[in-house]
Structures are given as C-alpha cells and as structure tokens.
T-cell receptor, first 113, second 113 residues
C-alpha cells in the first residue's frame, strides 16, 4: 500500500546535538511538507518542497534544515540552533503543490533531554 | 495571509448527541477549506474539503460541513456522536489551493457514554 513512512517514531536527543528525521513516500507525490505540532498550538509549517531539488521556508524554519534530492525523500534536520525542539513532527505529501489534499505520516516524537 | 480560528479547544458531547465544531477563516481570496482528524499519536486524516461548487460538503464517518462566505465560517457537524469520534479535529485553509495549508489550533472532541 502507498503511504508515508516516518522514522524514528520516538527519538531522544541531548542538548547541542543535531538529529535527522526521515520521511519517505511511495505515492509519487511531487510536494512534501514538514509540520511541527505542539499541544494547543496546532500544526505549524517548517519547510515545504514543491519539486525535487527545491524547497521553501515555512513559518518556523529557524533551527531546521531540509533537503530534497529524491522525489520520495524529504528528511528534516533539527539543529542545535533550534531553541525548543521537543515536539511532535509530522511529514505530509500531496500530488502537487496546488493539491491541498495532504497525506500524513504517523509522526516522529522528539524529546530533548 | 490566510488564518483559521477554531472556537473551543475542547468540546464534550454525549453519545448520540449533535457534534458541532466551529471554524472561522480569514482569506483575501476564495479559500479552499479542509477538516482533518487526528487520533492519539497518529498523523492526520482528511475528513472533508471544500474547493468550489456546492457549499454543503459531506465527508467520511457521517461528518459534513457548510461553507458560509458571509460568515467566513466552515463549521463541522455530525448528527449523532459515536464513541469512536473522540479525537482532535483541525480546520485548515489555503488561498485558492496555491499556498500550503494553514491549520487552526485544533479542537479536542470527547464523547461521553
């Protein structure tokens, strides 16, 4: 079945360490997104990519970086510059950037110790 | 820029009662509107969407929503709540489908037996 796979599901990190969250899709979707979810804050857009080798900053990009070298993959790196990285991270994809029907992964929960 | 306001961070209803989750949006152009549902520790699933055409939109699991331009609203309803409806619900908006989705802060629905 087609879908989005996020890994790891749970991740613990010490302060000052970078960590990379994986997002892979086999839906043949052009567009991919990363959202951050905090209790009571809803989902906030970190980065999105409309096509391979191109990506744009979202509303809260500071302290994060991404790459889009393959259509299927859109990894997110949480750097040590992110002041409050503990959160639930959701990856999503859509057929194109003008199709807002998003398919979501199951999420990755990052805890900074 | 578009935005979404969901009234009520927590709504509690009895099993069999009407479910009403409120969503108001702000958009400078005709909006595309969405409702997503999230079960604990999972990603989001699309419930329904409005792009153009009929203003009353039917979705999965017996939910529906009505786009009211004059009230800038897109409230979600279900005639009879079921225990399995307990989840968090997110309203989202996009400007004509040309921008990434902007999500509201979510409403947690509890269903009491």
């Amino acid at each position: 079945d087609g879908g989005i796979t996020q890994s790891p599901k749970y991740l613990f990190r010490k302060e000052g360490q970078n960590v990379t969250l994986s997002c892979e899709q086999n839906l043949n979707h052009d567009a991919m997104y990363w959202y951050r979810q905090d209790p009571g804050q809803g989902l906030r857009l970190i980065y999105y990519s409309q096509i391979v080798n191109d990506f744009q900053k979202g509303d809260i990009a500071e302290g994060y970086s991404v790459s889009r070298e393959k259509k299927e993959s859109f990894p997110l790196t949480v750097t040590s510059a992110q002041k409050n990285p503990t959160a639930f991270y959701l990856c999503a994809s859509s057929y194109s950037h003008t199709s807002n029907v998003l398919t979501f992964g199951a999420g990755s929960r990052l805890t900074v110790l | 820029a578009q935005s979404v306001t969901q009234l009520g961070s927590h709504v509690s209803v009895s099993e069999g009662a009407l479910v009403l989750l409120r969503c108001n949006y702000s958009s400078s152009v005709p909006p595309y509107l969405f409702w997503y549902v999230q079960y604990p520790n999972q990603g989001l699933q699309l419930l329904l969407k409005y792009t153009t055409g009929a203003t009353l939109v039917k979705g999965i699991n017996g939910f529906e929503a009505e786009f009211k331009k004059s009230e800038t609203s897109f409230h979600l309803t279900k005639p009879s709540a079921h225990m399995s409806d307990a989840a968090e619900y997110f309203c989202a908006v996009s400007d004509l489908g040309n921008t990434p989705l902007v999500f509201g802060k979510g409403t947690r629905l509890s269903v009491i037996a």
